[in-house]
């Protein structure tokens, strides 16, 4: 197909690095992001409505109400003690150059996000403007964006997250990317435009009918032909050429709703990908404690974060769909339902069988003890004992003095094990507790 080059007046990207933080360090984490400038983002801060964001302005009452009340309440919790989604942004609104083999980029950084989820999950948020430059460019710039980008922004986080070796459910060098792409002077939209705007594709464009299909599956086009938005994978892409004044309620959208409805559903993508790695590193005969930590795990974001609510505008609804089935959201859910179905399975199967050798030992020592102890030595043991009696004992008394004692030891020792096994359950659970569904706390002040 002929590319026809089309000119962008303004080019809006969000540049989003899943990475994961480490639980030990959280309370360092989060003074260390204080101590940077780093401020808490809250709803009810409605100064802040307009501060990240390079001139254009979020509604923070449209964003809540957007989301059912669950789905906003772990979205934009009102304190740094609530679980859900920590956002904690930073001010940059420096200029900056990328260099493109011999093309140069200018461009604004607006602002940083740095969004600690539970779970042990995060993210870095980049936000980045270029202005008045050809389609071809902007789609250059989105592809060259790399990490490095972030270590420069963001120095000494070493000790908190490590961005050079992610853990294996993180796919290295994977960035989300976001971008609101304003065509000038009105220009027309083609398919074509649409297409390489998602995928990042340069100058390769294929042919029409797979561009045409792909377009189609990957695309609401609610407000077509003036804006099409456009989500895959890695890519949510908003392009149109809409007047100046609709552009900015396409910012509010793009900075506001739409941005939260890609980091909920990439969230839920990342838990369910790191229920599955860690189901497949499990030694099923060996890890019991890892398996109930899994189970509380599925259990606890079950409950506490996965919501399958859709927003309440029809377009909010349809924007959802649209991100489920681009980060393939269902069938992951659905691996993870089978998933806690098979440790449910092994779980009852071996404590069914740990119970049932623990009747059978009891059984046999009960029996045992009814038919030799109480016939055979027991009447030695009232009042003062003799102990020279125990000399004089046959075999079976011997035997069933043996049988009394261990069976006395054996019950304490079960006894122990279940104390021990009660305490380290609460143990466990709180340390879960405290990685999976309470969020990780703001450190009080010290007078």
Request: glycine letters at 4%; hydrophobic letters at 40%.
């Amino acid at each position: 197909m002929m590319i026809k080059e089309k000119q962008v007046s303004q080019a809006f990207f969000q540049f989003i690095l899943p990475f994961s933080w480490k639980a030990a360090t959280i309370r360092n984490f989060i003074l260390f992001l204080q101590k940077n400038q780093f401020t808490p983002y809250r709803l009810h801060e409605l100064h802040n409505e307009s501060t990240y964001y390079g001139g254009y302005q979020v509604s923070h009452s449209e964003m809540k109400a957007f989301f059912h009340p669950l789905t906003s309440q772990i979205l934009f919790p009102s304190s740094g003690y609530e679980k859900g989604f920590q956002r904690y942004t930073k001010v940059i609104n420096v200029e900056s150059l990328l260099n493109i083999d011999h093309l140069k980029v200018p461009f604004q950084i607006h602002s940083i996000d740095l969004i600690i989820c539970p779970y042990e999950l995060g993210f870095i948020t980049v936000r980045t403007e270029i202005k008045d430059t050809s389609l071809s460019n902007a789609i250059d710039f989105a592809n060259h964006f790399n990490r490095k980008d972030y270590e420069d922004l963001l120095p000494d986080l070493g000790p908190f997250i490590d961005l050079d070796s992610p853990p294996p459910f993180l796919e290295p060098d994977k960035m989300h990317i976001q971008s609101l792409l304003h065509l000038a002077n009105e220009e027309s939209i083609d398919e074509i435009d649409v297409f390489r705007s998602v995928t990042l594709c340069g100058e390769d464009a294929g042919n029409h009918e797979y561009i045409h299909n792909y377009v189609k599956d990957h695309s609401y086009s609610r407000w077509a032909p003036n804006t099409f938005i456009c989500v895959n994978e890695h890519c949510f892409t908003c392009i149109t050429n809409s007047s100046t004044q609709k552009l900015m309620a396409e910012a509010k959208n793009f900075y506001g709703e739409n941005y939260y409805l890609q980091l909920i559903n990439l969230f839920n993508k990342l838990v369910f990908v790191k229920i599955a790695h860690n189901y497949s590193t499990i030694h099923i005969e060996k890890d019991y404690n890892e398996i109930e930590k899994l189970i509380y795990f599925i259990n606890s974001f079950s409950s506490n974060f996965f919501f399958i609510e859709y927003p309440a505008k029809p377009d909010g609804q349809e924007l959802f769909r649209l991100f489920r089935r681009a980060y393939d959201i269902d069938s992951l859910y659905l691996n993870t339902k089978e998933t806690l179905f098979s440790l449910f399975k092994y779980e009852e199967n071996s404590v069914t069988k740990k119970d049932s050798m623990l009747l059978l030992v009891l059984t046999l020592y009960t029996v045992i003890c009814g038919i030799f102890s109480m016939n055979l030595f027991t009447k030695d043991l009232e009042g003062k004992i003799h102990w020279s009696h125990f000399k004089s004992y046959n075999p079976f008394e011997y035997f069933a003095v043996f049988i009394v004692f261990s069976g006395i030891i054996v019950v304490g020792i079960l006894g122990f094990q279940s104390l021990y096994q009660v305490i380290q359950e609460r143990k466990n659970k709180k340390q879960w507790d405290e990685q999976a569904v309470i969020s990780p706390q703001i450190p009080k002040k010290s007078n």
